[in-house]
């Protein structure tokens, strides 16, 4: 027992409750242990980050926000995650209207270092992310001879 609930029960309902779920997939758990040692799971929806960035095609956010854009979403994307992330509870009780909370979405973008398009093709991604590495490739290339040259970049 873990806080004074079962961990086999409490296993075996989370399991059952996300065996749907693909494999990995980032969920926010809120688990409230009552006095009786029962206790109630809440199973959110994965994070507006990581829509974001399975969105992009990316792993992980730009390294310097504002100054590189790690990856690029469509206005029609922003609109499908905040129609899924609208059904959270947090925007529920608050009545928050979709036009907030695709604003909360864009913000999260420009944080990540995502550029919100109108239309984006999949030709024009791919070039996108080809000169993207490029220029990380170059990047990492140049701070490993900083280094080696001692200087701090």
């Known amino acids: 027992m873990q806080r004074g609930i079962p961990i086999g029960q409490f296993c075996k309902e989370f399991n059952e409750r996300t065996k749907e779920m ?26 507006v980050s990581y829509f974001l960035k399975q969105a992009a095609g990316i792993e992980k956010g730009a390294g310097q926000t504002g100054h590189e854009t790690a990856g690029m979403v469509s206005v029609r994307a922003v609109y499908e995650i905040a129609q899924v992330k609208a059904e959270d509870d947090c925007f529920k009780m608050r009545n928050t209207s979709l036009q907030t909370v695709v604003k909360r ?15 984006l093709s999949a030709d024009e991604y791919k070039l996108f992310f080809e000169q993207r590495e490029e220029k990380l490739k170059a990047d990492a290339a140049a701070a490993a001879d900083a280094v080696l040259l001692g200087k701090k970049k």
Do not use: C, F, H, M
């Open 22 to 47: 693909k494999e990995g997939l980032p969920l926010p758990i809120r688990i409230k242990v009552k006095p009786d040692r029962t206790y109630e799971l809440r199973i959110g929806r994965p994070t």
């Open 105 to 119: 979405i864009i913000g999260s973008a420009r944080s990540l270092g995502i550029q919100i398009v109108n239309d």
